[in-house]
Structure formats: C-alpha cells, structure tokens
C-alpha cells in the first residue's frame, strides 16, 4: 500500500524541514511506501527553496508550485489529483494540525 500525504503550504520556510522530519520519521516505522506532495501556494518566503532541496535529497518528495496564491482549498485538491497513492492523508504544513 501507497500512502500520499498532501500539504498545502503558504509560507512555511521554517516549518518544512521539521515537518520532513516528523513525517520520515513515521514513516520509516510504518514500513509502507509512500510519497509527500508538497503545494506550494505562492510563497513569498523561502519555502520553494526548500522544498527544491528536499526534491533533490528525497524522490518521494514531489512539488507542485503556484504562480499566484489560490487558497488551502484549491492547493488541497491540487495536491489531491496529483496523488498517486492508495491512500490520501492531507495535512496542514504549519505544525498545527
């Protein structure tokens, strides 16, 4: 089984690489494969950056860039068509929920 964790992210430079890290670290005591697609919903801080550096380290690492901001809504359902997962877990990438 095949699990797509979907983030919408706005602005999150500082939260992305320990959400990466929670999530990897999860995963790696779950034993399933699985992918994180990362929507990028026009960040105007450094989040794209990071996230093209954790692309380049993590194949399973998948993003899906803005040019404009469209909302949570529209870059849930992005990330959702673009899941090729068994299951869809979305998740908020500020460590909130």
């Not at 992210?9 to 494969?33: G, Q």
């Not at 929507?39 to 450094?46: A, K, L, P, W």
């Not at 993590?58 to 870059?75: M, P, Y």
Request: include cysteine; glycine fraction near 4%.
């Amino acid at each position: 089984m095949k699990i797509s964790i979907v983030l919408p992210i706005y602005n999150e430079e500082k939260n992305i690489p320990i959400l990466y890290k929670e999530i990897t670290e999860v995963f790696a005591k779950l034993k399933h494969d699985y992918e994180i697609i990362c929507v990028n919903d026009s960040s105007r801080d450094g989040t794209l950056a990071v996230l093209k550096e954790l692309a380049l380290m993590d194949r399973r690492v998948k993003i899906l860039s803005f040019k404009w901001n469209s909302g949570q809504t529209a870059s849930m359902s992005a990330g959702i068509k673009a899941s090729t997962g068994d299951v869809i877990i979305p998740m908020d990438a500020d460590l909130q929920n």
